[in-house]
């Protein structure tokens, strides 16, 4: 009779055991569940500010490269220009470094897209209206929406084999240099018009 009670004790005790290891497993699971959307949350914030850092570069050279600037006189401009620069340098000091995980694939297709783009940076010399052109092309093929005009079907074959975060990051380069292209075009545009203007001499 002893040794049946003894057999029961251990059975009971073994049974509140148990269930204390799965209570204990189910709190660590949760706090390694909330700790993963703290992570999430620190990347997120990692790519806000790494596109804070890039748009803030942006738009002090915009400003550098306005058209007011060749509007005012050189001691101004050079007054400007290292106010500029003072706050290129300060930015430049903020560092943010996000690493990507990508499978060997994923590296190949982002190899790719990196190379196609840099192939039209490099020509944009040469021919600014068939490089922005061919900037639109490929940022369309990076439109999760219908894309306003065409499409480079072999770039956009390349792009769904990078990874998510490359993805964002390869829309936003091709995005801003859309932008800096549209703006020297810009320029060009008005420096062209103002020598077309005709000249008044005043004849003494």
């Known amino acids: ?67 007011d600037m060749k509007h005012i006189s050189d001691g101004e401009r050079e007054e400007l220009n290292l106010t500029a620069n003072r706050l290129i340098g300060r930015t430049l ?28 940076v490099n020509k944009v010399l040469e021919d600014l209206g068939s490089a922005k052109n061919r900037l639109m092309v490929l940022y369309n093929a990076c439109s999760s929406e219908a894309p306003q005009g065409p499409v480079d079907q072999k770039f956009q074959s390349i792009i769904v084999g990078c990874a998510l975060e490359d993805q964002k990051k390869i829309k936003n380069r091709l995005e801003k240099l859309i932008r800096n292209v549209s703006s020297a075009d810009r320029s060009i545009s008005f420096l062209d018009q103002q020598k077309a203007k005709p000249c008044n001499y005043s004849h003494v």
């Open 1 to 67: 009779m002893a040794q049946v009670k003894v057999k029961a004790n251990d059975a009971e005790n073994k049974f509140f055991r148990s269930t204390s290891m799965a209570d204990r497993s189910g709190l660590l699971l949760q706090t390694l569940d909330d700790l993963e959307l703290r992570v999430e949350a620190l990347r997120e914030a990692a790519v806000s500010m790494e596109q804070e850092k890039e748009t803030l570069l942006e738009l002090i050279q915009n400003v550098q490269n306005s058209l």
């Open 93 to 120: 000091t903020v560092a943010v470094s996000l690493e990507t995980i990508r499978s060997l694939q994923q590296e190949e297709s982002l190899s790719k897209a990196t190379a196609l783009i840099d192939e039209v």
